[in-house]
């Protein structure tokens, strides 16, 4: 069993017994909160689960952060996408260890952490970001939640529909403004086969994505939304939470596939689509 105490220089999610969080990093002097202060040097060399004492007598829980914890907690200058979004971009866009993934527009670097972690050391994520600030934001939480530059990441700023990549793509993610711009420049790159993602919050944007699609040869192109909402349960009740986070953007799936010109792409059905009667 791996050692699960904590060493100087881990990040730590410090919890309260309401629940309320704080990331910090063990070993790094004293931390203070309305609930008073406690030494951080006093995190080393103690066990995820343990708790220490503030100064005011309040327990703080340690565990070490989930993905989702340090999404929340990133410095952003957009909007993330939700935790709720990253995971049907992994699953729906079936990203598997050893994939090769070419994301265009990488905000804050949420989902970028969840592909580095999908594709594994075997595989490769190559980020363009038209913005070097937010490059550079995201590189920062990027090396800061691997402890340093991930091998298995490629950065560069640019264009997507003009700058030059030198990949072979299995999947390509687009989180950019104007998606049905990149749909051409992108499909050079994606073998035939393989799968584009796009997130759109408007669905204008979703509409002429499609038009593209269906024009660069893709097939099976599916979009659908997610909306997540939390229950409140205790001893006495069981209800919904009075606030969700329901829609947050829209997802488009589709399929490269190798077609003739004047050729209709075939029609997959959705497999979790009702049956027509």
């Known amino acids: 069993m791996a050692d699960s105490r904590f060493a100087a220089g881990e990040m730590v999610l410090l919890t309260s017994q309401k629940g309320k969080t704080w990331l910090v990093r063990a070993g790094e002097g004293s931390f203070s909160s309305h609930l ?18 503030t100064t005011q007598g309040a327990k ?33 866009g079936d990203i598997r260890p050893g994939d090769v ?20 050391p075997e595989g490769k994520v190559v980020s363009v970001e038209k913005r070097p600030e937010f490059a550079q934001l995201a590189r920062r ?19 997507i529909e003009s700058v030059p990549v030198r990949c072979t793509a299995d999947r390509v993610v687009l989180d950019v403004p104007e998606p049905w711009h990149a749909v051409g420049p992108v ?50 009740r069981a209800r919904p939470e009075d606030r969700m986070v329901a829609h947050t953007g829209f997802i488009t799936v589709a399929k490269k596939i190798v077609r003739t010109s004047g050729e209709a792409p075939p029609t997959i059905r959705d497999p979790e689509a009702p049956v027509p009667k």
Do not use: M
């Open 141 to 159: 939480h990027i090396e800061r939640f691997f402890g340093g530059p991930p091998l298995n990441h490629e950065l560069v700023v640019g264009d």
């Open 60 to 92: 703080v829980f340690l565990f070490r952060p989930s993905l989702t914890d340090y999404i929340f907690k990133l410095k952003r200058k957009t909007q993330i996408i939700y935790p709720k979004d990253i995971g049907a971009f992994l699953v729906y």
């Open 187 to 236: 499909s050079e790159h994606l073998r035939t086969g393989g799968l584009l993602l796009s997130w759109s919050p408007n669905v204008g944007q979703v509409q002429l994505v499609y038009k593209e699609l269906k024009a660069h040869g893709y097939a099976n192109v599916t979009t659908f939304e997610l909306l997540k909402r939390n229950w409140k349960i205790d001893e006495r």
């Open 101 to 120: 993934v070419l994301e265009s527009g990488i905000g804050s670097g949420a989902l970028t952490l969840a592909l580095l972690r999908a594709v594994g």
């Open 36 to 53: 008073g202060n406690v030494d951080l040097n006093d995190v080393v060399g103690r066990e995820e689960g343990e708790c220490l004492e």
